[in-house]
């Protein structure tokens, strides 16, 4: 057994599924645990890569508002992120809206005819909604001053959020918009005083997890995460984190029983959850043209040069020729300089 001072460690819990997709019957699935639930089909993510919006549109997501325009892509390894006129095109060959509003200011944090421009854009949208910026900060802010917008408007408008609730559910996310002018927007938008004290995360390490903004803070520096990208593991130990918990299975029962217990990769175009070994395996030709999600896809919808329209291997998600490879994401982990400790649950 092994013992952890949260003191002393920032900690990320890895695992499959995150909370909100575990036990939320509405949200959307493994492929999209990143997506913090902010209410009933609202959710919120930072800058998102051409995976990520395909994802989405597999895992149920109807629509995506960007309150950035990207005008510059990233590469981070085998992750791409495009700008938004690339990412609207994406988004429209994956099947779901992808749209971009920013406020006319230029000032995100205090721009109400942007409250007004977001509020007509997300209503307009069908749902499950992802709105996303860089690191979820602007995104989740826009997204809470839309309910409290709608909410002031319209008493039956649910989530009922008023001045209180905006920072209380911020600071749940992780999120601090204790700050003059956050508090002058949202007076402005509730109609309320909001010169005193508000909610704020009670997280030491403050805000440099941000840039790691798919997880989700849980208790102090403790946070939990579904199966993250070899790419984000420098940026991991790069803002601050020690130690990683990984609960899902390794490629054996253990040292001790040979027996094969990997899970699933999660693949493009193929359903989750069709079990590792089930019918030869899960990753062979055959049970992966079975198992498309959307068989009429062109090649293209994997990449400009794939020969077939599913992915049969999954390497950022530590993914082999049979699922999820454990020893992988340990070498890797470690590798980052982190601590790496395995406690498989399932």
């Given at each position: 057994m092994y013992t952890m001072n949260p003191a002393v460690f920032i900690l990320l819990i890895i695992c499959a599924i995150t909370i909100d997709a575990a036990f939320d019957a509405n949200n959307p699935m493994r492929k999209t645990w990143w997506a913090k639930r902010i209410a009933n089909d609202f959710y919120t993510a930072g800058r998102i890569s051409a995976r990520q919006?395909?994802?989405?549109?597999?895992?149920?997501?109807?629509?995506?508002?960007?309150?950035?325009?990207?005008?510059?892509?990233?590469?981070?390894?085998?992750?791409?992120?495009?700008?938004?006129?690339?990412?609207?095109?994406?988004?429209?060959n994956a099947g779901i809206r992808y749209e971009v509003v920013v406020p006319p200011s230029g000032n995100w944090k205090q721009?109400?005819?942007?409250?007004?421009?977001?509020?007509?854009?997300?209503?307009?949208?069908?749902?499950?909604?992802?709105?996303?910026?860089g690191v979820s900060y602007a995104a989740t802010f826009s997204l809470l001053n839309y309910f409290a917008n709608k909410y002031r408007n319209d008493s039956t408008f649910t989530p009922k959020v008023d001045g209180k609730t905006f920072f209380e559910i911020a600071s749940m996310h992780g999120m601090n918009y204790n700050e003059p002018e956050f508090k002058q927007t949202v007076s402005l938008v509730t109609g309320e005083d909001i010169s005193g004290n508000v909610a704020v995360p009670d997280i030491p390490m403050g805000q440099w997890w941000w840039p790691t903004w798919q997880i989700k803070p849980v208790y102090k520096n403790m946070f939990v995460a579904g199966q993250i990208h070899f790419t984000s593991l420098a940026g991991l130990n790069s803002t601050g984190f020690k130690s990683l918990i990984n609960h899902r299975r390794g490629v054996t029962l253990s040292p001790n029983d040979p027996t094969p217990s990997?899970?699933?990769?999660?693949?493009?175009?193929?359903?989750?959850?069709?079990?590792?070994?089930?019918?030869?395996?899960?990753?062979?030709?055959?049970?992966?043209?079975?198992?498309?999600?959307?068989?009429?896809?062109?090649?293209t919808y994997i990449s400009n040069t794939s020969l077939v329209n599913y992915e049969a291997r999954n390497q950022l998600e530590f993914g082999d020729d049979v699922g999820y490879n454990e020893t992988m994401e340990r070498q890797a982990v470690e590798a980052a300089g982190l601590k790496y400790y395995h406690h498989p649950t399932g």
């Amino acid at each position: 057994m092994y013992t952890m001072n949260p003191a002393v460690f920032i900690l990320l819990i890895i695992c499959a599924i995150t909370i909100d997709a575990a036990f939320d019957a509405n949200n959307p699935m493994r492929k999209t645990w990143w997506a913090k639930r902010i209410a009933n089909d609202f959710y919120t993510a930072g800058r998102i890569s051409a995976r990520q919006i395909k994802y989405a549109q597999e895992d149920g997501f109807k629509s995506i508002i960007s309150v950035i325009n990207f005008t510059e892509p990233l590469t981070n390894g085998l992750e791409e992120f495009p700008t938004s006129t690339d990412c609207q095109e994406i988004a429209k060959n994956a099947g779901i809206r992808y749209e971009v509003v920013v406020p006319p200011s230029g000032n995100w944090k205090q721009d109400l005819e942007f409250v007004r421009l977001f509020t007509i854009l997300a209503d307009s949208l069908p749902k499950p909604l992802l709105v996303h910026c860089g690191v979820s900060y602007a995104a989740t802010f826009s997204l809470l001053n839309y309910f409290a917008n709608k909410y002031r408007n319209d008493s039956t408008f649910t989530p009922k959020v008023d001045g209180k609730t905006f920072f209380e559910i911020a600071s749940m996310h992780g999120m601090n918009y204790n700050e003059p002018e956050f508090k002058q927007t949202v007076s402005l938008v509730t109609g309320e005083d909001i010169s005193g004290n508000v909610a704020v995360p009670d997280i030491p390490m403050g805000q440099w997890w941000w840039p790691t903004w798919q997880i989700k803070p849980v208790y102090k520096n403790m946070f939990v995460a579904g199966q993250i990208h070899f790419t984000s593991l420098a940026g991991l130990n790069s803002t601050g984190f020690k130690s990683l918990i990984n609960h899902r299975r390794g490629v054996t029962l253990s040292p001790n029983d040979p027996t094969p217990s990997q899970e699933e990769a999660s693949l493009l175009n193929i359903r989750d959850q069709t079990g590792t070994y089930a019918e030869g395996g899960r990753q062979n030709i055959t049970r992966l043209l079975a198992t498309r999600i959307d068989p009429s896809r062109p090649n293209t919808y994997i990449s400009n040069t794939s020969l077939v329209n599913y992915e049969a291997r999954n390497q950022l998600e530590f993914g082999d020729d049979v699922g999820y490879n454990e020893t992988m994401e340990r070498q890797a982990v470690e590798a980052a300089g982190l601590k790496y400790y395995h406690h498989p649950t399932g």
